[in-house]
């Protein structure tokens, strides 16, 4: 009589922000975005009608940007991207998934996605190197919501802001910028991320402080001067005091002074408006209008080798993981 072996399923649940698809999608997405108590810590009903007017004021500035895109943002894609190629990276026993925190295909959806592969085990897996409560923490509280009662073990890779082959491929995608740069002048390099409110750090989420590691982290794989580097923060939104210096601020500060620029995205791991827009149109046509003599912009590390091996290692061996079951 013959026996079988049965292979352990194991659910990886990948999770980011979200983006609309389309421009219809715009202001549910901002309305979503700005409801979040992890963005907006009031109380209902005044979160909720502050979030109605914000999505109504930026509604045309962000479908302008959207536009630049054909009209919708590429995260959806780029992500689904990453999960089929770490699914291949893990092989066997595992399936990938997919969850926005604000767009589709939201928690609930993917939830009910998991539920019906009947895995043995969850390991939620954020596409945020560094840990914040307004993503990585909001993520998580979410996800609990819609998967209470649920007894499957599921665990919870918090951040991985220094991990060997994400810092890894971020260096193989700056070096070839670098070395051009190299050729026009002495090059500044810029490691940029998304800004946060001082009142979020000063609260105690350790975002900054996990940024601040991931670019040490690079200065010393990259073997550059101190001196070269700058780490600053975008996409700042509303009058709070955000953390600084801001990425436009130092833009403007090296093109002043005639340094080629080196821009780096430290906190982002796929394409998306910040990037495509803000970098590679808003940031770019700032620096060259105020004389910079050269601007790279390198690469997310979307689905490069060395970053999807960070991923299957974080999933393999869950170091840095906490049990939420």
């Not at 592969?117 to 990585?136: A, G, H, K, R, W």
């Not at 971020?170 to 070839?176: G, I």
């Amino acid at each position: 009589m013959g026996s079988s072996i049965r292979v352990k399923k194991t659910a990886v649940v990948l999770f980011n922000l979200g983006g609309p698809a389309s421009q219809e999608e715009v202001k549910p997405f901002l309305y979503s975005l700005f409801s979040d108590p992890a963005i907006i810590s009031l109380p209902n009903p005044f979160r909720s009608i502050l979030a109605y007017f914000i999505a109504r004021n930026r509604l045309k500035e962000t479908q302008a940007i959207y536009a630049h895109l054909g009209g919708g943002s590429p995260l959806l894609k780029n992500t689904k991207a990453q999960a089929t190629a770490l699914q291949t990276e893990l092989g066997d026993g595992y399936r990938t998934f997919v969850a926005m925190r604000h767009a589709a295909p939201k928690m609930q959806a993917t939830f009910h996605e998991v539920k019906d592969y009947d895995p043995q085990e969850v390991i939620l897996l954020p596409l945020y190197p560094q840990y914040s409560t307004t993503t990585t923490e909001s993520f998580l509280k979410g996800w609990n919501k819609v998967a209470k009662g649920w007894m499957t073990p599921t665990h919870f890779v918090s951040s991985y802001p220094t991990q060997n082959d994400f810092i890894e491929a971020t260096r193989v995608l700056t070096v070839p910028h670098y070395e051009k740069a190299k050729t026009q002048g002495e090059p500044m390099v810029l490691f940029t991320a998304h800004g946060l409110p001082e009142k979020i750090i000063k609260r105690g989420d350790p975002y900054q402080g996990h940024v601040e590691k991931t670019v040490q982290s690079l200065i010393e794989k990259l073997e550059i001067s101190s001196k070269e580097v700058v780490l600053c923060y975008q996409s700042r939104v509303g009058l709070l005091k955000w953390i600084g210096p801001s990425t436009e601020e130092e833009v403007l500060k090296a093109a002043q002074e005639r340094k080629p620029l080196v821009v780096v995205p430290v906190s982002f791991v796929s394409e998306h408006s910040e990037t495509l827009v803000e970098l590679d149109i808003t940031y770019r046509n700032l620096a060259l209008s105020h004389g910079c003599p050269a601007y790279y912009r390198v690469e997310t590390v979307q689905t490069h080798p060395s970053f999807i091996r960070c991923l299957a290692t974080l999933v393999k061996e869950k170091d840095n993981s906490i049990n939420v079951a």
